[in-house]
């Protein structure tokens, strides 16, 4: 028989909320039976419960926060889980918006025994911070059933599992409330009852949705299961809790994003060359601040500092009410062997100093320079993306050429002396774009070094400095 592993997330949207030292209670409330859905530890220090409905919560806690709730809220992060989770088994079933369903038969060789593999489960979703229920079962329905009803059990002992559910009450099972009445009418409410009469029999009496059921509860008939694959991208949302006026209190709701995204990464031996975070903002569009560095960063606190710099020259007109992050673009990160006395500290430096301006200053202020093969000065390089990495390409030696050229040529109107030239250029008739100059590197009565040329016109005009 196939063993099953079932995980609850009692209250999955409340956890995903980032508290503030848990110094306010705080509930879900369900918009449309205007009840309470979930519960913090400190609302219910207060009496407030779930189910109760919220002019009553509000009457236990002057400072109650009430936070409605959003089912595809609880559906994303539960996507969110899976995906963390499929790095450490591999069968995982979806059951929205609140469990996760694991095949652990075909686990149990790999990690050589139910109880390895259990804590291997546990301190992987450590990381996430979450409040579960779990059980195991022999069948999906009923590792689900013990685990909403909040067994706790982890063994493969089906004696142990097969008492633990006869326990139970049929309003605790998946039934509907009608089968649930034709069941009571006939002195049947616990499952332990029902589970005594053969499948056979209930079918004579009673319609096929419970014949069903129990024929998946006991594992006689096959329950029908998608089971997840995960996406080779990161995206996480985060809802806060309290609306952000100040870009600096962002800082410790983005590093625990981030900080997803570093272990999202590293388990995955990857490397993201942009992050997008995106801040949604009320009553206005949203913020997107996007960063990059072309080698690739998995790092937390480097991609902060980059996301800190952005946030610097960015303004708000509305305040913050929930941020999401994502990386789509990711690298396999592939060590290499370099030489054991070879210094790479500067080369390693460069994407990342490269990510820093542009995050400070703008991608479009920041730009490389590559080298053509054209002799006019005006036409012998242009700007290309700074990360973009080109051969070096050979130039005549012995050229003396200035550090800086002007953005235009000016006349040359000052009184200067000529140490060196001429050297004659007289190319592009090719392209309509003839030149005909004879360069000299001059010096004017200040001292500074320029370098002119003169035309077939006898103009004379300056094109560069040596600095």
């Not at 995206?235 to 100040?246: A, D, G, K, Q, V």
Request: hydrophobic share 40%; net charge negative.
């Amino acid at each position: 028989m196939t063993l099953w592993l079932y995980l609850h997330f009692k209250h999955l949207q409340l956890d995903s909320l980032t508290l503030s030292h848990n110094s306010t209670p705080v509930v879900i409330v369900n918009g449309h039976s205007n009840r309470v859905v979930q519960v913090c530890t400190l609302a219910k220090q207060s009496g407030i419960t779930v189910g109760m409905g919220l002019a009553s919560a509000a009457s236990l806690s002057e400072k109650l926060q009430v936070v409605a709730y959003d089912e595809q809220a609880e559906q994303a992060r539960l996507q969110e889980i899976a995906q963390w989770l499929y790095l450490v088994t591999a069968d995982i079933s979806l059951f929205p918006p609140d469990g996760i369903l694991l095949k652990v038969s075909n686990m149990l060789s790999l990690y050589q025994g139910l109880t390895i593999y259990w804590q291997h489960i546990q301190a992987h979703l450590s990381h996430l911070d979450l409040n579960y229920h779990y059980a195991t079962g022999y069948s999906a329905l009923a590792a689900r059933l013990l685990a909403r009803g909040q067994s706790d059990i982890i063994t493969d002992d089906e004696s142990l599992l097969q008492s633990s559910i006869n326990s139970f009450d049929l309003l605790q099972t998946d039934l509907s409330e009608r089968t649930c009445e034709q069941l009571r009418r006939v002195r049947i409410t616990k499952l332990s009852q029902l589970l005594c009469i053969p499948v056979s029999e209930l079918a004579k009496r009673f319609d096929i949705e419970l014949v069903h059921y129990v024929g998946r509860l006991q594992g006689q008939l096959k329950y029908p299961l998608i089971f997840y694959v995960p996406e080779e991208q990161f995206s996480r949302h985060l809802t806060l809790l309290f609306e952000l006026e100040n870009l600096q209190w962002l800082a410790k709701p983005m590093a625990k994003l981030l900080k997803q995204l570093e272990l999202f990464l590293r388990q995955r031996n990857k490397l993201a060359q942009q992050v997008l975070l995106t801040l949604q903002l009320r009553d206005a569009e949203p913020v997107l601040i996007q960063v990059a560095i072309s080698a690739g960063e998995s790092r937390a606190h480097a991609w902060q500092s980059l996301i800190e710099l952005k946030l610097s020259n960015i303004s708000l007109n509305a305040p913050i009410q929930a941020i999401t992050l994502s990386a789509e673009y990711l690298l396999d990160n592939q060590c290499v062997n370099n030489e054991l006395f070879q210094s790479l500290q500067g080369q390693s430096e460069i994407p990342a100093l490269i990510a820093k301006l542009q995050a400070k200053l703008g991608e479009c202020s920041v730009q490389g320079v590559t080298i053509d093969s054209d002799h006019r000065p005006e036409r012998a390089f242009h700007f290309v993306d700074p990360s973009h990495s080109f051969t070096e390409q050979t130039r005549i030696k012995d050229l003396q050429r200035p550090s800086m050229l002007l953005p235009e040529v000016a006349p040359l109107q000052e009184k200067v002396t000529i140490y060196s030239g001429p050297e004659r250029i007289c190319t592009g008739w090719w392209d309509n774009q003839a030149v005909a100059r004879d360069y000299y590197i001059a010096r004017n009565e200040q001292g500074k070094w320029l370098w002119v040329y003169k035309e077939p016109s006898q103009q004379w005009f300056v094109q560069g400095i040596f600095c």
